[in-house]
């Protein structure tokens, strides 16, 4: 299923991210099971799968990793599970580094530290994303294949960042 | 050729006649019915104008009481008296006896997994119970209204698991209700409020009633209300406020050593009438008149009454910016900030959570009814009576769905506040050589230990065809409908055979118990019974012909060619003439029919209106 048809936007990293929601609020207009609840079994059924499919569209395109892999999936590269398709080994040094960073401030239960924390992987993962998208735009073999390597790389720092999410979460619960 | 319609007649309905359509707020300690009437959305009152009808039903030997009269039986027949009822929807036995040891009422197992209280009348479980409030509440919108209902919303709380919801609407079922949509509540009181004003911008749902406190995020776009995220506590509500008033009591008087249980009553309705009365005033005199203490002058001020229950509206408001953080929008983002529930009355209530907020809360509809009023918007605009409004309501899942994993963990499959309606697949491959089954277990909660979440069924798939460890494919996918309740089918890839399993929520009734039920809750069962199902499918028939047709007139010739249209009219002639006759199981199979042949149109509609419309709207951009 091409999510970005079902949108009607063109098939390309870069979205217009107003077009997006517009055609999203046109979609469950047309696909909203509430809008056939007195229709024909057969017309809510298929609204209601129709609808499910623009919720996931959604959810996939305005998520530019997410958005990513979709569109390498839809030019037949597969997105390698894991730590399998990372083999750079400066980065794999780096990703070390973070996570000792993230356990030494969680261990003096340095709130502080962990924003800051925050705030580098955020900066380190916008220069991914503006790289991400220079390689997809392009579109060659080679350039999707490095692609998938950034993708893996932009999954394990949100990954990361999603804990360092939970354990601000925690300690400012305590208070 | 084509031919005029002409309807039988007394079947006719003019044109424009609106249809009936009611919303319900079916709660712990009170339900509500409301309706739009003139264009207003207004709760509908008893003979005596009550609206509130406590929810309480009692059972004697004679009769069944619902509301007001059940209520001045409560303390004559405690242990057939029941109330809130509400708590014990979708629980297990189990379940029941470990959160409320305390209850009055004698437990039995009813069916294989939902618990029954044994009564005059016969074992009655919570769906029972729940269907004879629905019931009370359908009867008086019908007297209120002067004819029968086409349909109902029924509201929920937004934390309603997948058990709970399905025991709503079975309640709703069995109280002889057309279920348009089980609504949670939060939506409910946003769209109270949202319609009037059509405001855009997000919303906050501060819903604090006797147990429970509910928290919800919206965003209001054009007419679509977008539910961004919902969080709470299920243990937090206006009785945690009367306990902190009973220990200030108790600390007053310096009373020590344990109460019995008419001392915990009288304390528990004195604290709940302070409480109520500092909502007028800044502070209550009244004396205490314990046994076995002596009578005590007390005052307590508002000002105190802030202090001892500071903790509880702090966990409120951190419970608050935790739902603001999943919504991924800040305090300054918030509009609006709704208030629902009784308890929000409190003065100090209202305070802090304007002093968070940064702005005033909306108190204008009153607490207790802004739901119910909500409903009746949503019912309004399901059953067909505002054809060209675009109001929407995008509910999401309250709790992640997932699937039991190696070593009693839970792997997630559709995380909380995912939008729904939603499908989600998970693969999963057979673990020995030649296993030809499988077992999976479903769970809802947001724990990682299978203990700790919330068990929805269980069920095996078979028949996988043998093969060597981890060839196989079994691609198991989860939907979730409008109502937030959901259903699993199951496919073997390499062989595409394909196992369908409803998910009967571990605790839940199974299709023949909820038939089984119907039919003992009609006198003279069997005839009456079927009575009402051939009406039934009567009905469903017409509806079913009367929705197609208008899809064939409106787009059948562009659509489908002669021979498909002149099928599809056939089969809905066949339709019809067996709708004549008495068995209500061949009109359902002819329904069915229909259903099958004009499935493919439905489809071409489908594409041809989101075509259509994305074409317009590129016209419109340019």
Known sequence: MDYFSLFDVPQQFDVDTTLLSARYQALQQLTHPDKFATASESEKRIAMQKNAQVNDAFRVLKDPILRAEHLLALRGVNVAHDQQSMKDTAFLMQQMEWRESLEDASATSDVDAMYALDDELQQHAQQLMSQLSAQLNAGTEERLQTAEGLIAKLKFMHKLRHQIDEQIDRLEEDY | ?622
């Not at chain 2, 306990?243 to 007053?252: K, R």
């Not at chain 2, 004195?270 to 009244?286: G, M, P, R």
């Not at chain 2, 607490?367 to 060209?388: F, M, R, S, T, Y």
């Not at chain 2, 109001?391 to 309250?398: I, K, R």
Request: with cysteine; proline share 4%; aromatic share 4%.
């Open chain 2, 1 to 622: 050729m084509a031919f005029l319609q002409i309807a039988e007649p007394g079947q006719s309905e003019a044109p424009h006649e609106r249809k009936l359509a009611v919303g319900i707020d079916l709660g712990t300690t009170n339900s509500l019915v409301a309706t739009v009437r003139s264009g207003r959305a207004e709760t509908l009152g008893d003979a005596d104008n009550q609206h509130l009808m406590p929810s309480v039903v009692h059972f004697n030997s004679e009769q069944v009481l619902v509301g007001q009269p059940a209520q001045l039986r409560a303390s004559e027949a405690p242990e057939h008296t029941l109330s809130s009822i509400k708590r014990l929807m979708g629980r297990s036995l189990e379940d029941i006896k470990q959160r409320y040891p305390h209850l009055a009422y004698q437990f039995c197992q009813d069916s294989q997994q939902v618990p029954a209280v044994i009564t005059p009348q016969g074992k009655v479980n919570a769906i029972q119970v729940s269907s004879h409030i629905l019931q009370a509440l359908r009867e008086r919108a019908e007297q209120s209204l002067g004819d029968e209902l086409t349909g109902a919303v029924v509201t929920v709380p937004a934390y309603f698991d997948d058990a709970q919801r399905q025991a709503t609407k079975d309640a709703a079922r069995l109280a002889g209700l057309n279920l348009l949509r089980l609504l949670n509540e939060p939506t409910a009181a946003a769209i109270a409020y949202g319609l009037d004003s059509q405001e855009e911008g997000v919303i906050a749902v501060y819903d604090l009633g006797g147990g429970t406190f509910d928290i919800s995020v919206l965003k209001l776009t054009k007419g679509v209300f977008e539910v961004l995220a919902t969080g709470g506590d299920s243990a937090l509500g206006g009785d945690d406020f009367d306990h902190a008033v009973t220990q200030w009591i108790l600390a007053e008087c310096s009373h020590e050593g344990k109460l019995t249980a008419k001392q915990r009553q009288y304390l528990n309705q004195l604290a709940k009438n302070v409480k109520q009365q500092l909502t007028e005033s800044d502070s209550v005199d009244f004396e205490l008149n314990l046994d076995g203490v002596e009578i005590t002058s007390l005052t307590l001020t508002r000002a105190v009454f802030e202090t001892i229950t500071k903790e509880l509206v702090a966990k409120t408001l951190r419970a608050t910016r935790r739902a603001l953080k999943d919504a991924g929008v800040t305090k300054q983002d918030v509009q609006n900030v709704v208030m629902v529930g009784g308890s929000t009355r409190m003065p100090v209530i209202r305070e802090q959570v304007a002093q968070f907020f940064g702005k005033p809360p909306l108190t204008s509809i009153d607490p207790d009814k802004v739901v119910a009023v909500g409903a009746a918007i949503q019912a309004d605009i399901l059953v067909g009576n505002k054809p060209d409004g675009d109001m929407l309501l995008l509910d999401v899942l309250p709790l992640s769905l997932g699937l039991e994993t190696m070593g009693g963990l839970v792997e997630k499959v559709i995380p909380r506040n995912t939008t729904i309606p939603v499908a989600r697949a998970q693969e999963f491959t057979t673990f020995k050589d030649g296993q030809t089954a499988m077992m999976i277990h479903v769970l809802q909660g947001e724990r990682e230990l299978v203990e700790d979440c919330r068990s929805l069924a269980r069920f095996n798939l078979t028949d996988i065809p043998p093969m060597v460890a981890g060839a196989a494919h079994i691609r198991v996918t989860f939907q979730v409908d409008a109502d937030g309740l959901l259903s699993v089918t199951a496919m073997e890839k390499s062989t595409g055979i394909e196992a369908r399993i409803e998910v009967k929520p571990s605790y839940g009734l199974s299709d023949g118990e909820v038939t089984q039920m119907l039919q003992s809750s009609v006198k003279n069962a069997k005839q009456d019974m079927r009575a009402r199902m051939l009406k039934e499918q009567q009905v469903e028939a017409l509806r079913v012909k009367e929705a197609i047709q208008a899809a064939l007139d409106e787009s059948g010739a562009s659509l489908l060619s002669e021979e498909e249209s002149a099928a599809i009219q056939a089969a809905i002639e066949q339709m019809m003439d067996i709708a004549q006759g008495e068995d209500p199981q061949q009109i359902e199979q002819a329904i069915a029919r229909v259903d099958a042949i004009s499935q493919a149109f439905a489809q071409r509609r489908m594409d041809a209106s989101i075509k259509q419309a994305l074409q317009g709207q590129t016209v419109d951009d340019i």
